[in-house]
């Protein structure tokens, strides 16, 4: 079983399906010289093995400041608290998911879907802005509000060694009202991420997508089915 998948220079794929657990999320780890950052955990059943495979990529643990959980979905959240427990690291998210990421609400984590008992997760960092600045050290990351599969969705934007990289978890949909779905808003969401102009798009199901061609039109091509 692979470990992890290098994406560009510091950005690796430490989790999801073939390289965690088939419920969880794609996992990434951003490395920089001062710090490093988690983009979501996967649904909680395989943190030994995340583990394992940030320390297959050479990172030392210690160095994970951050993790970021991109919306409340159980998928992307499941592993959070023990992860945080672990790494001792701050946990980052946007306001409009705290009643799932920290009450734990059922509806909105859909942890049902995917028969796991969900463990709530303190967040330290709330972000209430569009867009918010993270740095590791030369690496920033900045933080985009991107609502539409969930009210408090973010994607994670950054210029790293000159490639444009896009974290975008929830680009692929889909669409619920028990989650507070919006598809206009949504649409809004996808147009902005298409004027960053993406070389990679690291994405929280479809795995990593390139060159910046493929990126435009995986992104436009939920557009044309959705809207
Ligand atoms: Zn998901
Ligand atoms: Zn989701």
């Not at 583990?51 to 499941?78: M, P, S």
Request: proline content about 4%; some cysteine; overall charge negative.
């Amino acid at each position: 079983m692979a470990r992890y998948q290098s994406v560009c220079e510091g950005v690796y794929q430490v989790g999801g399906g073939f390289l965690s657990d088939p419920d969880d999320c794609c996992i990434y780890v951003v490395e920089d010289n001062e710090a490093a950052a988690l983009i979501d955990t996967g649904a909680g059943n395989s943190v030994p093995r995340i583990l394992q495979n940030i320390e297959a990529c050479g990172i030392d643990k210690g160095k994970i400041r951050y993790i970021i959980l991109t919306h409340g979905h159980i998928d992307h959240i499941g592993g959070a608290a023990e992860l945080k427990d672990i790494l001792g690291a701050q946990v980052l998210a946007h306001h409009l998911e705290l009643d799932a990421i920290e009450e734990g609400n059922p509806r909105l984590t859909a942890a049902a879907w995917y028969g796991v008992d969900y463990r709530p997760v303190a967040v330290e960092r709330v972000l209430r802005e569009h867009s918010e600045l993270l740095s590791l050290g030369d690496v920033e990351l900045y933080l985009l509000h991107t609502p539409g599969h969930t009210p408090g969705g973010i994607s994670i934007l950054s210029t790293i060694k000159g490639k444009r990289v896009l974290f975008g978890q929830d680009i692929h949909g889909p669409f619920h009202p028990d989650w507070g779905s919006d598809k206009k808003v949504w649409h809004r969401s996808m147009l902005e991420l298409l004027d960053f102009e993406a070389d990679i798009l690291c994405e929280g199901h479809a795995g990593v997508i390139k060159p910046a061609h493929e990126v435009r039109s995986f992104i436009q091509g939920f557009i044309n089915q959705y809207c």
